[in-house]
């Protein structure tokens, strides 16, 4: 990483509440295109979330614990704040002196953005304040919140304007917080109802919905210069799993994520 950091812009996707499971089934089964002509072999690597829940899985990534390889470790990191001790910071990691990974980006020349989604990035109450706080430049519209049936189409309108705004020697950290994933989401299936409330199966809808437009946020990001990606889920979440619903709790539909990282090209 730190031949990448300072050369190349950054973006972080994470789609937020996505189940690992439902990832590799879309993927194996051609369900997202656009997505898997992305994913080194074309498949997710599995991973263990940082946290069970949103604000706890964010605060970990922007502290540059990532969702952690599904195998004994120990696992060098990408990013990681400056710690006596840390037996995951090796000669690859990019080491930063700030607390989080947006401040140490900004240390070293990049515009640092966020376009948020769920809850945990409005900046209505204080506590949606703390997490689009570490940036330098945050966006968080009703249309980009859990509720809207577009609300990606919004989030990647936001981060093109973003994007085109931006001299074009500035180094730019883009991280999008995608809700669609996140309840509701029974409206991405054609004939499902409110009533009859979100499933597995509409999980997975909401995971097609979002491939049909990561195209244009990928094209976005790497139209400057060549772009590191990393797209992952912050914590999976269940539909009646052994009898849990939700999240914010210890189940492998929880804990266990998808995740990769891939470089993006200019002009691709």
């Excluded at 999008?176 to 054609?190: D, E, G, I, M, T």
Aim: charged share 15%; with cysteine.
């Amino acid at each position: 990483m730190n031949a990448v950091v300072g050369s190349h812009d950054l973006l972080l996707v994470t789609l937020d509440t996505l189940r690992h499971d439902v990832a590799v089934e879309l993927a194996a089964a051609g369900r997202l295109p656009n997505l898997a002509r992305h994913l080194p072999g074309g498949v997710w690597e599995k991973r263990h979330a940082p946290g069970s829940f949103t604000y706890a899985s964010h605060q970990a990534i922007f502290a540059g614990f990532l969702p952690t390889p599904a195998s004994p470790g120990p696992h060098p990191r990408l990013f990681a704040a400056r710690f006596a001790g840390s037996e995951t910071t090796a000669g690859r990691t990019f080491v930063y002196d700030s607390p989080d990974l947006p401040r140490g980006l900004e240390a070293v020349g990049y515009h640092t953005v966020c376009i948020g989604g769920v809850g945990f990035f409005n900046r209505q109450p204080p506590l949606g304040s703390v997490l689009p706080g570490l940036f330098a430049e945050s966006h968080w519209e009703p249309e980009f919140g859990v509720a809207s049936p577009t609300s990606f189409e919004a989030q990647v309108t936001r981060a093109e304007e973003v994007v085109a705004a931006l001299p074009a020697d500035q180094r730019l950290f883009l991280f999008v917080n995608v809700s669609a994933l996140h309840q509701p989401n029974w409206f991405h299936l054609p004939g499902a109802t409110a009533e009859a409330g979100d499933s597995r199966a509409t999980h997975a809808a909401a995971l097609e919905y979002v491939d049909r437009h990561i195209g244009r946020l990928f094209a976005a990001a790497g139209s400057r210069r060549r772009c590191f990606a990393i797209v992952c889920s912050d914590h999976g979440t269940a539909y009646g799993d052994d009898g849990y619903t939700g999240h914010r709790l210890g189940h492998e539909a929880v804990w266990t994520v998808p995740y990769a990282h891939f470089f993006l090209e200019p002009g691709a």
